[in-house]
């Protein structure tokens, strides 16, 4: 995002300056440039997390549904799209969950995969409210502790809630509970047990 | 010691003087000598003229400080003041023609005040303090805003323990303009985490100048501008120097700095002055923990070189500093729940404290800011002309706790944000001194550049273009003094600002005026008092109007809004001082009056991926301050001196429905000093001091609940002890020893200044020695 160096008016000054600063030990902008002073292009641009993906597998009849928390512009701008997770009661699902970069409509990047390859700083973390209305059990493991990409989800009575879902970065610091680390993500998407 | 000369002779007495002075010894030298420190006129002062050619001339000067000789004849003078109280110094200069001189004598140390405060009697319109000598010495090495906190009324504004924001009268970033050697300090000086890039050893006067008044310095500031202004080059023939030295306790900082100063009598027109510096410090230790992280790193090289002719004078000057400031890993959060449970929990997480290190790890900063100038004088009789160009160039790099997840991309190790400023500046001052009849007119052109080199923008790539003019009038009426200024800022805005991924670009004008009027009179040879009233507008600085993004200290997003207004500021100031032999106070009262303040407005609650954060929009109010600074110093007797120093401010948001209190302002506080100073023969015992300094610092009760995060913390309490000892090796070598312990109880307490209140406690104690050794 680098912009053009000289400004029309200041012309002559820079001209000046620039001869007096020659002279000198002078400290140049290029330092960190060459990595990133492409126009909108960042290095680090892939960070962002903008979507949600949940899939839901019903272990009896094998019938899936994909529910989406979505916000792909960002902090702030429009609010993000929130699909209610709709289930039958007293029912089994096996769930997965991903996580998506969609900033760019044109070149969907899946975090997913690098939160795999670090799964021992990562756990995802699961809170049903309220709690008589689901049971999520993490099935998946890093080696030592469950991360939450994977898990099976125990429906119970008919009724309406929400679901709380928690990204935790816990590099060193993943003990198994959710208290440690920093919050990537926290989202709430409705519930009808129906 | 070094002294300027100030005003040469008309180019035309030069030519005329040289001709017929060959021969003729009819040239007249004259002028003032006054104090080095607060500038006051030394009476009575004795001057010995020696030159090769002629004999011992003595003079004495009058009760205002005046001096004068004439039939002197060309050639070169070593000239000997000498007063009471005052080392007697020697001055060398060349006399070509008729020259008027202004001699500066150092004081004793025992003679130094600690805070000296004095409305500059040259503007009646301007309230200035400056930092003591004695002040310059205890906190050298310290950063630029816990340095000037040492001034009544001026508090520092920090992130953590090592990011820190000088505060005027409760105002800062964007309303404070420093201005170091002359220029405006460009920086990214919007940001509450961006502490100002000044070198912590330079050789150079602090001072504060209250209220937007002083307009040769710049316009928009509302609450006041910083002065960083270095000591007067040496003008003497020979080298001198200064090593300083420092080490504390707390978080085991040791730093060190040199200073070359000099001039050779084969080239007497030129004199120079190199210094460098540096600092390294580790974790800082609150009194339960350590701090992870907490440590810096910094260093600096600056230079000038200046050639002095009776009529002119052109100098360079160039400074560099780097440094690494690193950041509380416990402070960097992801959203609202972590920060409330940071504020829940009574003390940091154990990873978080896990013990003493230099190490700097992420979060980070990384600052680089470098500044060059060429200055032309040119001297007439009674008038001067300065011409300044300048050039600096910011760079600012902001490493977050995390490391992107793709591990290529983390290898770069890059910053997850950066900004780059540069920015040049040019500016014309004329100065005519009629005596009683003082004028200033100035002017300036101005551009700053700003690029945004990583993803995180959170404020966009903009060039401005800056165009200023200034004119001021100072008269002298009797026992009175009038003072009249105004001010005109013209400032153009060119934003590219990324939207939906496309560079859109935005277009801004503003102008900004700022009239100021003084009036000031003596009532007697111990009191004076004085009235200033000024009228300031300040243009939306650039985050105002463009900032859109989180803050990850504080958990909430910030939104800018490009159709602000600017701001207009009503400040009355009301000064009264009085001075005797065992008594000096001075108290100023104000009131300020904003009309469309921009301040940030609380708008509920934004839903993103990390949860829901709090809201923030920039928006413009109006807004009342009232505030009471009060100092009073007591000599009881000779060796001994109590000082209390008190502040105190009322700041309201003027809203059409309810009064709220603004955020972010200084609690009232409170500080007595008491220092023994003892005067005897002994030279075992004499030029030393010993002082203990209690300052008590309120709650802020006037906070408004809507948005503050948390409530603000409790009052507090700290006790302060140190002894400064000068030594005398020789007439030409002297040694400072400074030895201070801060928070000398080790209390335990979070000040609502600290954006990092909500994480940690203040530091403990601390306790620091310095050694310097001037030659």
Redesign the interface.
């Known amino acids: ?3 053009k ?1 000289i ?1 029309n ?2 012309k002559p ?2 001209l ?2 620039l001869m ?2 020659l002279g ?4 140049t ?1 290029d ?3 060459s ?3 492409q ?2 292009v ?6 962002l ?2 979507t ?1 993906v949940i899939k839901v597998k019903d272990t009896l009849t094998d019938v899936e549904q994909t529910f989406r ?1 979505t ?1 792909p ?4 701008g429009n ?2 799209s929130i699909d209610t997770i709709t289930l039958a009661p007293n029912t089994f699902y096996e769930v997965e969950i991903e996580f998506l970069d969609e900033s ?1 409509p044109s070149d969907v990047e899946d ?1 997913t995969e ?2 795999e ?2 799964d021992d700083e990562h756990l995802i973390c699961y809170t049903s409210s309220p709690q008589t209305m689901l049971n999520v059990l993490r099935t998946d493991s890093d080696g030592t502790y469950e991360v939450g990409l994977e898990s099976t989800w125990e429906s119970f009575t008919a009724q309406n809630g929400s679901l709380k879902i ?1 990204l935790k ?1 816990q ?3 993943k003990d198994g509970s959710c ?2 680390g ?6 709430d998407l409705p519930v009808f047990v129906q | 010691m070094s002294r300027r000369i100030l005003l040469g002779c008309l180019l035309i007495c030069v030519v005329t003087f040289n001709i017929n002075a060959q021969d003729s010894c009819n040239l007249r030298l004259f002028g003032r000598v006054s104090d080095h420190h607060d500038g006051s006129n030394l009476a009575y002062t004795n001057l010995l003229l020696e030159s090769a050619a002629s004999n011992r001339i003595g003079v004495s000067a009058d009760e205002q400080g005046r001096y004068e000789v004439d039939g002197l004849c060309p050639g070169n003078y070593s000239v000997i003041v000498s007063h009471i109280g005052c080392e007697p110094d020697t001055f060398f200069l060349t006399l070509k023609a008729s020259r008027r001189v202004e001699f500066k004598l150092e004081h004793h140390l025992e003679e130094l005040e600690e805070v000296e405060v004095s409305a500059q009697l040259e503007d009646a319109a301007v309230s200035e303090s400056k930092l003591s000598e004695a002040m310059l010495r205890q906190t050298e090495g310290d950063d630029l805003a816990e340095r000037l906190k040492r001034i009544n009324g001026v508090n520092s504004y920090r992130t953590g323990s090592n990011i820190s924001k000088p505060m005027i009268g409760g105002f800062t970033s964007n309303r404070i303009q420093i201005i170091n050697s002359g220029v405006e300090h460009q920086n990214q000086n919007w940001g509450d985490e961006h502490a100002p890039e000044i070198n912590p050893f330079q050789h150079v006067n602090y001072k504060v100048v209250r209220g937007a008044n002083a307009v040769k310095y710049g316009g928009g500031a509302l609450g006041g501008f910083v002065l960083v202004e270095p000591k007067p080059l040496k003008r003497e023939p020979g080298i001198d120097g200064k090593i300083s030295s420092l080490y504390a306790s707390n978080n085991r900082m040791y730093a060190s700095a040199l200073m070359l100063e000099g001039n050779s009598k084969f080239i007497p027109q030129l004199s120079w002055r190199a210094e460098g510096s540096f600092r390294r410090a580790g974790n800082i230790r609150s009194p339960n923990y350590y701090q992870d992280n907490t440590g810096l790193n910094d260093q600096s090289i600056s230079w000038n070189l200046a050639w002095f002719e009776d009529t002119w004078k052109a100098e ?1 000057f ?1 400074s ?1 500093y780097k440094s690494e400031l690193g950041i509380f890993s416990g402070a ?4 609202l ?2 920060l409330r ?1 940071a504020i829940a929990q009574e003390r940091p ?1 154990e ?1 978080d404290t896990e013990g003493f290190s230099y190490t700097i790890d992420r979060p980070y900063q990384l600052i ?1 800011h ?1 500044l ?1 100038k ?1 200055e032309f004088s040119r001297y007439f009789d009674r008038s001067s002309l300065k011409f300044t ?3 600096q ?1 910011n ?1 600012r ?1 902001e490493f977050d ?2 490391r ?4 290529e ?1 983390a290898a ?1 190790d ?3 944000f ?1 900004l ?1 400023l ?1 920015s ?1 500046q ?1 500016r014309a001052n004329y100065e005519l001194d009629r005596g009683d009849l003082h004028y200033e007119l100035g002017g300036g ?3 700053r ?1 700003n ?5 995180v ?1 959170f404020i966009p ?1 903009f ?1 401005s ?1 800056d165009a200023n003019a200034f004119g001021i009038v100072n008269l002298k009426q009797g026992n009175y003094l009038f003072s009249a200024a105004a001010r005109l800022d013209l400032t153009r805005y060119e934003v ?1 600002k ?1 939207l ?4 859109t670009q935005f277009e801004h004008e503003y102008s900004a005026f700022t009239l100021s009027t003084g009036a000031s009179r003596n009532l007697s040879d111990q009191d004076r008092i004085s009235l200033k009233l000024n009228l300031a507008e300040r243009a939306p600085a650039i985050n105002e109007l463009y900032s ?3 803050h990850h200290g504080t958990a909430s ?1 910030e ?1 800018g809004d490009n159709q602000l207004a600017k701001e207009r500021s009503y400040n009355a100031r009301l000064v009264y001082a009085k001075q005797t032999a065992k008594f000096d106070a001075e108290i100023q009262a104000y009131g300020q009056y904003i009309q469309d303040f921009i301040y940030l407005e609380p708008n509920g609650f ?6 829901a ?1 709090p ?1 923030f929009d920039w928006q413009n109010t109006d807004a009342l301050l009232r505030g009471i600074d009060l100092n009073v110093r007591l000599r009881p007797a000779s060796d001994w001196e109590l000082s209390h120093q008190s502040s105190w401010l009322w700041a309201n948001q003027l809203n059409s429905d309810e009064n709220d209190y603004l955020v972010n302002m200084p609690a009232n506080r409170i500080e007595h000093q008491l220092t023994y100073r003892p005067n005897r023969e002994n030279a075992l015992l004499n030029h030393y001091s010993v002082w203990l300094r209690h300052q008590y610092v309120f709650r802020q009760e006037r906070y408004d609940e809507a948005v503050e995060i948390a409530l603000p913390p409790q009052a507090y309490q700290l006790l302060a002890i140190g002894l400064d000892k000068e030594f005398k090796f020789s007439n030409k070598i002297t040694g400072q020893l400074g030895f201070r312990v801060e928070n000398l109880l080790n209390n335990t307490y979070r000040d609502y200044l600290n954006r990092f209140r909500f994480y940690a406690d203040e530091m403990g104690r601390d306790a620091r020695i310095n050694f310097s050794l001037n030659f």
């Open positions: 995002m680098k912009t160096f400004s008016l200041s000054i820079n000046l300056l007096l600063v000198m030990a002078a400290c902008d330092d960190d440039d990595v990133n002073n126009p909108g960042s290095a680090n641009e892939e960070e997390i903008t949600v928390w916000d512009d960002g902090d702030g609010d993000p760019d975090i690098e939160i390859d670090e928690v970065h590099p060193g610091v208290s440690p920093e919050t990537d993500i926290e989202i | 360079v160039y560099l960097h959060i992801g959203n729940t972590d449970q997480r990873i680089t470098e060059v060429g160009l300048s050039r160039f760079i790099e706790k995390e992107p997840r793709n591990k991309i770069l890059i910053p997850e950066s780059s540069e040049y040019l052109l101005g551009n550049e690029s945004v080199n990583s993803f923008d790539d060039n273009l590219n990324l939906n991924r496309e560079f859109e993004g989180l997003l939104f934004d839903l993103t991926i990390r949860g954060f809201t």
